[in-house]
């Protein structure tokens, strides 16, 4: 597709489980960008990955997170021993290399810890 | 704390008449300035954006203003059509950092009434 796709897009989990969410974003954007959004906020930034390397990860809330790359086109965020204040939107982006102002982003996938 | 505020949850307007929407910030730090859109179930889509070295920035039917002794900036839209009624975030970003990280506000529900 020609846009950024992510999956799934919907996942509920229990308290203490593990969860993967991954982002297929738009070929040939280097860049690539995970945001989080509670009920009722913005988006609020996670991770943002310049081709593998993740050049700014200070979004992150703590080590439960991680996030990777591997061949710098798909992401996925890996969330740790899930609780329940994780509950959110997970939002993925991309952009072209030096158009970080124009970011696009992804359906989101919206996770539940029960 | 929150670095970019919108004060306004939600607005409404009637078609054909102009929508303005407000945006304030704290961190003196921000250069550059945008708006997105976001539908239901769809993720953000950018609108416009501003530098900090324009007060003024125009596409079609938007207008962003941008004060930067007052830390405000508008987005105005002229006319209003029912398709523009959607949640519109106000985000912002310090170019300088390297890492490109946009900063959200909560956004504002705008509904063109026909």
């Known amino acids: 597709g020609a846009g950024v796709s992510q999956t799934p897009s919907n996942k509920v989990t229990e308290k203490g489980k593990y969860v993967e969410l991954r982002c297929d974003p738009i070929s040939g954007h280097t860049a690539l960008y995970w945001y989080r959004q509670s009920l009722g906020q913005g988006p609020e930034f996670l991770i943002y990955f310049q081709g593998t390397g993740a050049a700014d990860d200070s979004g992150l809330p703590n080590d439960r997170f991680f996030a990777v790359r591997p061949e710098g086109s798909v992401s996925t965020l890996k969330i740790q021993r899930t609780e329940r204040g994780d509950s959110a939107v997970y939002l993925c982006?991309?952009?072209?290399?030096?158009?970080?102002?124009?970011?696009?982003f992804g359906a989101g996938t919206r996770l539940s810890v029960l | 704390d929150q670095q970019v505020k919108q004060n306004s949850p939600s607005l409404s307007v009637q078609e054909g008449r102009i929508s303005i929407l407000n945006c304030d910030y704290t961190n003196s730090m921000f250069d550059y300035f945008l708006w997105y859109k976001k539908y239901p179930a769809e993720g953000p889509t950018f609108l416009i954006s501003?530098?900090?070295?324009?007060d003024k920035n125009e596409d079609g039917r938007f207008t962003v203003f941008l004060n930067k002794s007052a830390k405000h900036l508008s987005l105005h839209i002229v006319p209003s059509q029912p398709g523009d009624s959607a949640v519109y975030f106000c985000?912002?970003?310090?170019?300088?950092?390297?890492?490109?990280?946009?900063?959200f506000g909560k956004g504002t529900k705008l509904s063109v009434i026909p």
């Open positions: 982006a991309s952009s072209l290399a030096g158009r970080w102002d124009i970011q696009y």
């Open positions: 985000a912002a970003a310090y170019s300088g950092a390297g890492s490109y990280q946009l900063t």
């Open positions: 501003i530098s900090s070295i324009k």
